[in-house]
């Protein structure tokens, strides 16, 4: 493919609530751009994680390039990420958004404007993303996609009218999706002569080429030979290939330059020199200033992980190390148990994340796990005025030098539907719950506000 000019480069993420069709609507495109045959072509293209397979949710965001010729007759270059819908794998979805100019919003015409929904479109938008609303499983006999039109412009306020309305499963209309991605998504800025400025908003370890970095460029160009430098680590390496992504493959190319997403391999071996969100800069004219990166994501759930077979401790560490790669919002320390022996106490988002990593590396990496029960952090401030926090009560001091304790505590928004508002209320009171507000978004929704404890709904809230 020839130097692409940069106003013919599209970069969009697909964001939605769980299971409104965004793996799909990829799967689509996917076909629709001609990259795969249709022999080639399976459900759930981009979701190469076996376990992602089993369970049929996505955990991890997939970037893949598809050229497209629109109605006009010109050629465009589309680069799409896939997102995860559920709340434990939102700063997947963030990272994603941060690589990107306009971002597909699909919703169910069935259920209209779901948790998810909003949270994610919110994030688009603090990012300044261009938005753009799409009407998915209008093939379902209670689809009413006026009414899902209707909610979109009340209840987030941006514009709908014109959403294509599609049915991904089948098919439907997604020429219609094609052609607005190519008007409403705007073209992604960027000076090729300045110095090389990348985020890196994913990484990968690989056995055979080390760790590969995916990166969005912002400015400059970047090809073998260049000796790049993080920002952040300070690391110096030379690149061994850049590339672009196919479905589930890498195609090495000559040069990514401004605008473009691809990826680095450097033949780095230690993982911790590349961290996600850091800014990749050319080592012998280094940009002014590092990208704003990330915020970093602060663990809700923890848990202690041991190897059954103690020996296996610095197996299980090097495992973590390289999934932490992969996956920003792991974070461990070592730690010990008198009936445990030597493990690791790890933070996670939410149980769904623990089960996954659990998961993995018991797959990945052969290793039989011994968990113990989530818990959350607790603050215990002493009567000598320090704080310690503590996640496990045997660790607790004594009582008498105990001031008082604080325990998290979380700022609820439920949106409900109103045959269920008494129900919820009740399991609110039940989980010591504060009650704090209730507004009625329209006649058949309402919002309820209500501060809990973690503690109270890690568990099967």
Known sequence: ???????????????????????????????????????????????????ERERGITIKSQAVRLAYTAKNGEEYLFNLIDTPGHVDFNYEVSRSLAACEGAILIVDAAQGIEAQTLANCYMAIDHDLEIMPVINKIDLPSADPDRVIAEIEDVIGIEAADAPRISAKLGTNIEDVLEQIVNVIPAPGGDMQAPLKALIFDS???????????????????????????????????????????????????????????????????????????TVTDADSPCDEALPGYKKVLPMVYCGLYPADGAKYQDLRDALEKLQLNDAALQFEAETSVALGFGFRCGFLGLLHLEVIEERLEREYNLDLVTTAP??????????????????????????????????????????????????????QERRGTYVSME??????ALLRYTLPLNEIIYDF
């Open 1 to 51: 493919m020839s130097i692409i000019d940069r106003s013919h480069i599209r970069n969009f993420c697909i964001i939605a609530h769980i299971d409104h069709g965004k793996s799909t609507l990829a799967d689509r495109i996917i076909e629709k751009t001609g990259l795969l045959t249709s022999r080639e072509m399976h459900s759930q293209v981009l979701d190469n994680m076996e376990l």
């Open 204 to 278: 990968l370890y690989d056995p055979y080429k080390g760790v590969i970095i995916f990166c969005r460029i912002f400015d400059g160009v970047v090809k073998k030979g260049t000796r790049i430098l993080m920002m952040a680590t300070g690391l110096e390496e030379e690149v061994v290939e850049v590339g672009t992504f196919g479905a589930g493959v890498f195609i090495p190319c000559d040069e990514l330059s401004a605008g473009m997403v691809g990826y680095i391999t450097a033949s780095l071996k230690n993982v911790d020199g590349t961290r996600v969100g850091d």
């Open 375 to 428: 818990g959350v952090v607790y603050h215990v401030y002493k009567t000598n005025g320090e704080m310690i926090e503590v996640t496990n009560p045997s660790n607790l001091p004594d009582p008498s030098e105990i001031e008082h304790m604080e325990e998290p505590v979380v700022d609820a928004e439920i949106m409900v539907t109103t045959e269920y508002v008494g129900a919820i209320m009740k399991l609110c």
């Open 440 to 445: 009625y978004m329209e006649e058949t929704r």
